[in-house]
């Protein structure tokens, strides 16, 4: 019934920039609190940023004063600006949404298939 599609991932080079995006669709009530998730091969998936319905950011320590979390609600999307990029932010990035389907009125996670950011030395 939902569906989290990624867009904006590549390559670039180290100090460049990239902009993601996410787009929620499909039978939504109501979208709580979203966030961007990373994974690299063999790593365990990690929060980059998060962002609430009152646009409380939070970053991880690797990316903060970097990166830029953003949300447009009457676009379901979320964004995330990255700059000065580095060889380590390369990762398969997620998008994550705790959303409420007019199917089932409980807040439930819902992920993105993900979008692949790869940052050349």
């Known amino acids: 019934q939902v569906s989290l599609v990624e867009s904006g991932g590549g390559l670039v080079q180290a100090g460049g920039s990239l902009s993601v995006s996410c787009v929620a669709s499909?039978?939504?009530?109501?979208?709580?609190?979203m966030g961007w998730y990373r994974q690299a091969p063999g790593k365990q998936r990690e929060l980059v940023a998060s962002?609430?319905?009152?646009?409380?950011?939070n970053y991880s320590d690797s990316v903060k004063g970097r990166f830029t979390i953003s949300r447009d609600n009457a676009a379901n999307t979320v964004y995330l600006q990255m700059n000065s990029l580095e060889p380590g932010d390369t990762a398969v990035y997620y998008c994550?949404?705790?959303?409420?389907?007019?199917?089932?009125?409980?807040?439930?996670?819902?992920w993105g298939q993900g979008t692949q950011v790869t940052v050349s030395s």
């Open positions: 994550n949404a705790r959303i409420k389907t007019t199917g089932w009125r409980a807040f439930r996670d819902y």
């Open positions: 499909g039978n939504i009530l109501s979208i709580d609190d």
């Open positions: 962002i609430t319905t009152g646009t409380i950011t």
